[in-house]
């Protein structure tokens, strides 16, 4: 009979109490992610002293103007290709006055309009902003917000002074969907692109399966179907929730993604930190990974305690490599995944195999220098 040697107690109990400290530093250091912008008073007190939430496009040097139904916009036409970004979780950022642009210098990346190479290639350009939903000290409690408007804060949103008001009685998922088929109902463009941050990525998932669904129910055009989705150091809570019939977030996503797949819809993921993906905090979402057209990205720019600015690297990062040419796979004529890269060729990594990981240009911020090495997923 084979015998067994028997457990040492103190050693598992010194392991779980190791687990758990870590598991409170990678907790804080998620908590500490909040929202960056190109500098304070970008947008007006009232916008963070009323809610305001929705499309807007954007112009040179972070030039705005709210997109508003069957108004003319100086920064939108309606055959052009469309770049829609969609942000995260917004702690602390109303009382800051803060909303995401596209210069994104505080949050770590380059002082440039990250914008400017999308638009000189004949691209509208766009944000989605729910960052009065967003902004709560719990996570989750802005995570609820994406799927329900009865969870677990409803859909109240903070103001200027940090305070709480009732808010409206729809999801942003919803609200966000209003938004974007009002704004876009003229669109005669072909391809339409949606970037979604964190935990911006369930909304950039949740909207696109809206959309599909309402071009399936014929009352939207089809032109409004997304191309293109990317998920940017995507966040997925752990548990699972009773909003969602006690599924988790990740496991709803993966079944949208996967439907949405059959409709044409390509998507790419990139993995900037470890922070959004711990057994900890956050469900990594493996076999969603598989699913797409799965990247590595390794800021090693940053040091091992700057996980804000890791993670925020997967934005800037996307959007800065749209200016240069597709990164290779290395030793290869190949092309590995970034903005650049063609929907065809985004669309055999989605469907095959293999994952890339940054190989070459991995301690420089700039992505003209990146090189890919392919691994098993």
């Known amino acids: ?115 400017y190479a999308w638009r000189a290639a004949g691209y509208n350009v766009g944000i989605m902003y729910w960052n009065q939903f967003a902004d709560e000290d719990e996570v989750k409690d802005a995570e609820a917000k994406i799927w329900s408007a009865t969870a677990t804060r409803a859909m109240r949103w903070k103001n200027v002074a940090g305070v709480y008001s009732t808010g409206p009685t729809q999801s942003v998922t919803d609200l966000l969907f209003t938004s974007y088929k009002d704004n876009l109902a003229g669109y005669t463009g072909s391809n339409i692109r949606i970037l979604g941050h964190s935990l911006g990525n369930q909304l950039a998932i949740s909207l696109t399966k809206k959309i599909s669904d309402a071009v399936a129910l014929g009352t939207i055009s089809s032109k409004l179907l997304p191309k293109r989705v990317a998920l940017l150091d995507p966040f997925y809570s752990n548990d699972a929730k009773s909003y969602l019939s006690n599924q988790w977030v990740g496991a709803v996503c993966r079944t949208y993604v996967s439907a949405l797949k059959t409709k044409g819809v390509i998507f790419e993921a990139y993995r900037t930190s470890a922070v959004t993906s711990t057994i900890f905090v956050g469900d990594s979402n493996t076999d969603l990974m598989k699913m797409t057209a799965y990247t590595e990205l390794k800021p090693w720019y940053f040091n091992a305690t700057q996980i804000t600015e890791k993670h925020n690297a997967a934005v800037w990062h996307y959007l800065w490599s749209f200016a240069y040419n597709a990164p290779l796979i290395t030793g290869t004529n190949i092309q590995a995944a ?40």
């Open 338 to 377: 970034s903005a650049k890269t063609s929907d065809s060729r985004i669309s055999i990594l989605m469907n095959g195999t293999t994952k890339l990981t940054h190989d070459q240009g991995a301690y420089t911020k700039e992505p003209s220098d990146d090189n890919f090495k392919e691994s098993a997923r």
């Open 1 to 115: 009979m084979r015998t067994f040697a028997r457990p040492n107690v103190a050693n598992i109990k010194i392991a779980h109490a190791i687990q758990r400290f870590f598991g409170v530093i990678l907790f804080l250091c998620l908590c500490s992610i909040t929202t960056t912008n190109a500098a304070t008073g970008v947008f007006p007190t009232a916008t963070f002293n009323n809610l305001d939430y929705g499309l807007y496009w954007f112009g040179d040097a972070d030039n705005w103007q709210k997109a508003v139904p069957n108004q003319s916009n100086a920064y939108y036409s309606a055959s052009k290709p469309t770049v829609i970004y969609i942000h995260g979780w917004q702690k602390g950022s109303s009382a800051a006055q803060n909303r995401e642009t596209f210069n994104r210098k505080d949050a770590g990346g380059p002082d440039l309009d990250l914008a």
